[in-house]
């Protein structure tokens, strides 16, 4: 599941649109919207959408025998 989908995902589960999402990142729903047409994001900025909705972002590579990195 690419990036731009899991933040429309964890909007509808934060009950909010992506314009507040938008608006609580600090920046406006056109700029948000062009970058969830790109799908470009930092580690940064998704640490940063995720607590815009109370929520932690994790990225991680888990390996068959349950290491984690």
Do not use: H
């Amino acid at each position: 599941m690419d990036i731009p989908t899991k933040i429309k995902l964890a909007e509808a589960y934060a009950k909010i649109s992506e314009a507040e999402l938008a608006r609580r990142i600090g920046t406006t729903s056109q700029a948000f919207g062009q970058r969830m047409k790109t799908g470009k994001f930092s580690s940064e900025d998704l640490n940063k959408i995720a607590a815009a909705m109370g929520a932690e972002f994790v990225c991680s590579f888990i390996f068959p025998d349950g290491t984690g990195i």
